[in-house]
């Protein structure tokens, strides 16, 4: 886990907000309000570990299920198929890619086997859904999850119904942020003007290929496991606009002019 799996960090009070901005983000914008961000019309969210607290760990039960699904395919003991699906992790962007490209399985049964997971860790906030909600435009959520996974997640945060879509692997023909293609794909699927949009995401990685595009960048700086890992370009962070440790503060703080 990242470096601050250990501290308490949700809900984040506003005093603290204000100082994790102001250590972490010396060359970056000041927090934004919505005058700052009038142009956007298109609100893009990843889905674990953004929309919802990354405490829940919900990658923990996953990551659990995908070591099985490799040790079952291959005939190998837990430790190996840990070892093989680490290096696939490293090597391909996600576990999927590498089983495919070495072992040609079939996408939607893995997928459904490694979604096939317990959703009792997370809960509702009000507020996040409330702030969602009076987002101006339109919110989509992209993810290198699968839809059916999404909805479910969705429904156990109530936030169901406040999306337009659910941008997952299977429409991104299984290549995962941060290649690029799926970010195209999305844009070109759903009309976004990458240049009128903002993209918010736990994992700072994957939000290089958005920057690129044009997109305002937000980055969950929330502990997240590979939360903080930029790839194997990045040696500066210029493709983050703004840095939040939590997503209902920082949303929060857009209505507050
Ligand atoms: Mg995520």
Same mark, same amino acid.
């Given at each position: 886990m990242g470096p601050f799996k250990e501290e308490p960090i949700y809900p984040v009070p506003a005093s603290r907000y204000g100082d994790v901005m102001d250590k972490s983000s010396t060359s970056r914008a000041p927090f934004p309000t919505l005058s700052t961000l009038a142009h956007?019309?298109?609100w893009i969210f990843d889905l674990d570990n953004t929309l919802y607290p990354p405490e829940a760990d919900l990658f923990a039960l996953m990551d659990v299920r995908m070591t099985g699904y490799i040790a079952h395919l291959?005939?190998?003991p837990l430790?190996?198929?840990r070892v093989l699906q680490k290096g696939?992790?490293?090597?391909?962007?996600?576990?999927?890619?590498?089983?495919?490209?070495?072992?040609d399985i079939d996408p939607c049964d893995f997928l459904a086997h490694v979604h096939d997971i317990a959703l009792d860790r997370l809960s509702p906030d009000p507020v996040l859904r409330d702030m969602i909600e009076r987002l101006p435009g339109r919110r989509l959520i992209y993810t290198n999850g699968d839809a059916d996974y999404a909805g479910r997640v969705l429904e156990r945060l109530e936030l169901t119904g406040l999306f337009e879509c659910v941008?997952?692997?299977?429409? *991104?023909a299984y290549v995962p942020k941060p290649q690029p293609p799926g970010y195209a794909t999305l *844009?070109?699927?759903y009309a976004v003007d990458p240049t009128r949009a903002t993209f918010f995401e736990d994992m700072a990685r994957n939000l290089a290929p958005a920057k690129a595009l044009g997109m305002t960048t937000v980055w969950l700086n929330n502990g997240s496991e590979?939360?903080?890992?930029?790839?194997t370009e990045g040696s500066h962070r210029d493709f983050i606009d703004y840095e939040t440790p939590a997503l209902a503060p920082f949303l929060t703080a857009l209505f507050k002019e």
């Amino acid at each position: 886990m990242g470096p601050f799996k250990e501290e308490p960090i949700y809900p984040v009070p506003a005093s603290r907000y204000g100082d994790v901005m102001d250590k972490s983000s010396t060359s970056r914008a000041p927090f934004p309000t919505l005058s700052t961000l009038a142009h956007v019309e298109s609100w893009i969210f990843d889905l674990d570990n953004t929309l919802y607290p990354p405490e829940a760990d919900l990658f923990a039960l996953m990551d659990v299920r995908m070591t099985g699904y490799i040790a079952h395919l291959l005939n190998l003991p837990l430790e190996e198929a840990r070892v093989l699906q680490k290096g696939w992790f490293r090597d391909h962007g996600n576990t999927l890619s590498g089983l495919m490209h070495h072992h040609d399985i079939d996408p939607c049964d893995f997928l459904a086997h490694v979604h096939d997971i317990a959703l009792d860790r997370l809960s509702p906030d009000p507020v996040l859904r409330d702030m969602i909600e009076r987002l101006p435009g339109r919110r989509l959520i992209y993810t290198n999850g699968d839809a059916d996974y999404a909805g479910r997640v969705l429904e156990r945060l109530e936030l169901t119904g406040l999306f337009e879509c659910v941008h997952d692997i299977h429409a *991104c023909a299984y290549v995962p942020k941060p290649q690029p293609p799926g970010y195209a794909t999305l *844009c070109a699927a759903y009309a976004v003007d990458p240049t009128r949009a903002t993209f918010f995401e736990d994992m700072a990685r994957n939000l290089a290929p958005a920057k690129a595009l044009g997109m305002t960048t937000v980055w969950l700086n929330n502990g997240s496991e590979w939360g903080a890992d930029i790839g194997t370009e990045g040696s500066h962070r210029d493709f983050i606009d703004y840095e939040t440790p939590a997503l209902a503060p920082f949303l929060t703080a857009l209505f507050k002019e």
